[in-house]
């Protein structure tokens, strides 16, 4: 498989699996094989992981996936996404193929039990990007790596730092892929990448059934958060605030202060998930092409076949050619 950067230019690419899966599964009709196995959201996470292959060119490759189990968060706060619908089954019975695929393209998959997959990928991104927390091996030079985040979650987003933490969001029918850097986020929702856990502290988040402050929507929690910078100011200044805002926004703040730091607490991305980043397990390195290839007819992938990246041997003839 192409390594695509040098080794003086490293690009980690982390896939939030469950996240591209979900994306996936909601983005082709049920297709299913001859025999009558459901592989939709197979097909469409393969799709994916192989333009992912192809346009990022990463020096290494990690797919994380959440766990069935409950996460610190459920324990925190048991409302945490207590309405959200169980995974549907016609999806559900397509996991064990995705993570076939994964493994026979020889990508390490990453997963713990009580963290997220995002959480999980957040803790490789502070080891990654600043060698914070525990020790990575094999990760040489600081700030030698740029890091790509894969997902269709804009949690994640909150992750971003610069042009060397992104976060990429496959595209999907018409829609094109998108790249978030600093720039990008700024300019979506008028804050910094840091920010939007403060906005969500305020504001809530109804997919995640994040409570927030009762009655501050977005537009409001923008503006005080632009306003003073971060959730710890903006209670702060309370006394300020309601000159500023009024009264109503005065009590509301005031009324809400502890459903806005326990939704803090929930919206932001753990960083110290128990894990250590191998750069050297995550080399995106040869596989076995006649047995993915094996698998793909298989599984009547047909038109994917073409697009399986190069193995040892195919890239030697190539060096060799050139």
């Keep these: 498989m192409n390594r695509g950067k040098s080794d003086q230019q490293k690009r980690l690419v982390l896939i939030d699996g469950h996240s591209v899966l979900f994306r996936a599964f909601h983005a082709y009709p049920p297709l299913t094989t001859r025999k009558g196995e459901l592989i939709n959201a197979v097909y469409g996470f393969t799709n994916i992981l192989l333009s992912v292959i192809r346009e990022l060119s990463p020096s290494h490759l990690v797919v994380c996936f959440d766990r069935d189990k409950p996460t610190f968060r459920h324990v925190e706060y048991k409302g945490y996404k207590a309405h959200r619908p169980e995974m549907p089954a016609d999806l559900a019975s397509q996991q064990e193929r995705v993570w076939e695929i994964v493994s026979i393209l020889n990508i390490p998959i990453f997963s713990l039990e009580g963290y997220e997959a995002d959480d999980v990928i957040a803790t490789l991104v502070k080891q990654a990007a600043h060698g914070k927390g525990q020790r990575v091996k094999g990760r040489g030079k600081k700030n030698d790596i740029e890091v790509v985040i894969v997902t269709g979650d804009r949690d994640a987003l909150q992750l971003v730092e610069g042009k060397r933490v992104v976060v990429y969001t496959p595209g999907r029918g018409k829609q ?15 804050l910094t990448p840091q920010q939007l856990t403060d906005f969500k502290a305020l504001a809530g988040d109804s997919s995640d059934e994040i409570p927030g402050v009762k009655g501050i929507g977005p537009k409001t929690a923008t503006t005080l958060i632009q306003t003073y910078g971060d959730l710890g100011r903006v ?15 005065f ?9 806005a730091h326990l939704s803090m607490k929930l919206a932001t991305i753990a960083t110290d998930a128990p894990i250590v980043l191998d750069l050297g397990k995550c080399v995106v390195s040869d596989y076995d092409k006649e047995k993915a290839v094996e698998k793909f007819r298989a599984l009547e992938f047909t038109t994917l076949i073409p697009r399986l990246p190069d ?3 195919e890239q030697m003839v190539q060096e060799e050619m050139f």
């Design 235 to 249: 209670y702060h200044h309370l006394k300020e605030i309601k000159t500023k805002f009024g009264e109503a926004v």
């Design 251 to 259: 009590q509301k703040l005031a009324d809400g202060k502890e459903s």
């Design 311 to 313: 193995d040892s041997f």
């Design 176 to 190: 094109a892929a998108t790249l978030w850097d600093v720039d990008v986020v700024m300019e979506r929702y008028g």
